[in-house]
């Protein structure tokens, strides 16, 4: 490593929200965990290798490429694609036992290629997200007994998507689930033997437990976080995710100075004024210019100017004590105390990974601030999910076990 800008995947973390997810549901509910973009940015396989250890048995994607990388990874359980996947993929997808839903692309089932060994076929239903599914049973059912009659075909589930699971009211979800609970009804008393039922988002576990039916499917909870957390708190979780960058410069900035591109940001006192390397091309998103918040020794420090593509500009006049090579939080647990600039130069490139995976892991237990994700993008005017999702693949991960 050679800068000092990288993200520390906390594996212990995430294997702990698995757990308090599985305390939530009820016994006999089976655990799907999205992993789809990269497992919300996080790194498919060793979140694999953590669902593996944890006897996950499910996991969901939202694309059949996104499914082989999962096989590639040598998961053998339940493999689900969540999204569209056209006609001539669904050969593929049966080669390699994944998991669809069906879509409307498909046309006339009876006129799809045969599969080598029968492929597991998810059936929506569309009840208030208006995304994917059948709207009425009238639909489902010609579908649905044309994927039953296929000797290479087998009906697998039926599933909703809840669209407002984490809103303030729980009315739409309420409605949401009534609607799925009627169609599921009508179905089995036209005769047909209805398999897995799963509606529950992260949302849905951590608001009703009668949403779970036969499987949950979970995404952001699985990463540490609540999907609103002033709605749904869930203090239990621990981020899985910190991100972290370094002071490369402190300035004096003089009274009716500006500050970075545009100028937006002028001065009116004297400030020190720190750089830190990280931009946007690294996942800091530039709408956090002059609104964007970090820790530097565990106080926040604001935002100023504009943040440019890989490096940002911060006010440090109210921490006395930073100094060029402080580590700073873009968000995440606050800095080790033994990540020092004397301890990073004192270190060959190649031995700097292991060194910050160690350090990490040794303090973790001890309390340290928290700039929260969701903290930070709500200030982006944005979620927890994109930004997890955008730190780039230039950043470096870091797992720490």
């Known amino acids: 490593m050679y800068r000092a800008t990288f993200s520390v995947i906390d594996l212990r973390a995430f294997a702990h929200n698995l757990r308090v997810v599985k305390e ?6 089976e655990l799907l965990v999205t992993v789809k ?25 939202a694309s059949l490429e996104e499914g082989l990388q999962v096989r590639a990874c040598g998961y053998d359980g339940m493999v689900l694609i969540l999204g569209a996947v056209g006609p001539q993929e669904l050969v593929v997808a049966a080669e390699n036992k994944i998991d669809v839903s069906y879509t409307d692309t498909w046309g006339d089932i009876a006129q799809l290629p ?23 049973i009238e639909d489902a059912k010609v579908v649905i007994t044309q994927i039953v009659k296929r000797p290479d075909m087998e009906w697998a589930g039926v599933s909703t998507h809840l669209a407002c699971s984490d809103g303030e009211s729980d009315a739409h979800a309420v409605e949401q689930v009534e609607r799925f609970v009627g169609m599921t009804r009508q179905l089995r008393e036209l005769g047909y033997q209805v398999p897995c039922v799963h509606a529950s988002n992260s949302g849905g576990v951590l608001r009703n437990p009668k949403w779970n039916f036969d499987m949950v499917r979970i995404g952001i909870v699985a990463y540490g976080y609540s999907p609103d957390e002033s709605v749904l708190p869930a203090p239990e979780l621990q981020p899985v995710m910190h991100f972290y960058s370094a002071i490369t410069r402190i300035a004096t900035v003089t009274p009716r100075e500006t500050i970075g591109y545009g100028a937006t940001f002028t001065a009116n006192k ?34 100023v100017g504009r943040v440019c593509m890989d490096q940002l500009m911060i006010d440090v006049s109210h921490i006395p004590t930073a100094r060029v090579g402080d580590f700073v939080t873009l968000f995440g647990i606050e800095p080790p105390a033994a990540w020092t600039i004397e301890a990073w130069n004192a270190r060959l490139p190649a031995d700097r990974a292991a060194w910050l995976v160690e350090t990490f892991a040794q303090a973790r237990n001890i309390q340290r601030n928290v700039l929260s994700l969701s903290d930070v993008a709500s200030l982006a005017g944005t979620i927890s999910y994109e930004m997890a999702c955008q730190v780039n693949p230039r950043v470096p991960k870091l797992y720490a076990k």
């Open 114 to 136: 045969k599969m080598s060994r029968p492929l597991r076929v998810h059936t929506p239903f569309d009840t208030g997200m208006n995304r994917l599914g059948f709207k009425s």
């Open 24 to 29: 939530r549901i009820q016994a006999g509910t």
């Open 37 to 61: 973009a990269n497992a919300y940015g996080h790194g498919v396989g060793p979140i694999i290798q953590v669902l593996r250890e944890e006897g996950v048995r499910a996991v969901g994607v």
């Open 270 to 303: 004297e400030m020190r004024v720190a750089t830190v390397a990280a931009g946007y091309a690294d996942g800091y998103p530039r709408v956090l210019s002059n609104v964007g918040k970090v820790l530097v020794r565990g106080v926040l420090a604001p935002v």
